[in-house]
């Protein structure tokens, strides 16, 4: 019977803490530098603590408004993220279309509430 590894990602993976470390300083720039932007979370593997070398980061910026659609608003964070020590993908969302993704039960959404690390928040 196999054992589940008591490895941690650190110990598999000695940059992990250094990647996360530079997501919080951008994420807390683009706070400082937006007053719109409410929080800035990160997803997915990175989040989970599952991650490995090759993965990106998933990046979920939440802002107080914005009328434009969520895919025009990601040029505008992106390039936050081009000095960032791994590939980083970015959703920009505002808080009332992240409630309505969870409330029509979106598991995107849920994933990225339920699972969701704060990296920074105004």
Do not use: C
């Not at 599952?50 to 040029?75: M, W």
């Not at 590939?87 to 598991?107: I, K």
């Not at 995107?108 to 920074?120: D, K, P, T």
């Amino acid at each position: 019977m196999r054992r589940k590894s008591s490895l941690s990602v650190e110990d598999i993976w000695p940059e992990y803490r250094e990647w996360i470390e530079a997501l919080e300083d951008i994420a807390r720039f683009i706070v400082q530098s937006n007053p719109n932007v409410r929080r800035v979370l990160l997803f997915g593997s990175m989040a989970r603590g599952t991650a490995g070398r090759r993965s990106d980061a998933d990046v979920a910026i939440i802002l107080k408004e914005d009328h434009r659609r969520p895919l025009d608003r990601i040029p505008e964070f992106l390039r936050y993220f081009i000095e960032a020590p791994m590939p980083v993908d970015v959703l920009v969302y505002t808080e009332d279309e992240l409630a309505q993704m969870l409330r029509e039960g979106r598991s995107f959404a849920r994933h990225i509430a339920e699972e969701g690390r704060v990296l920074a928040e105004a």
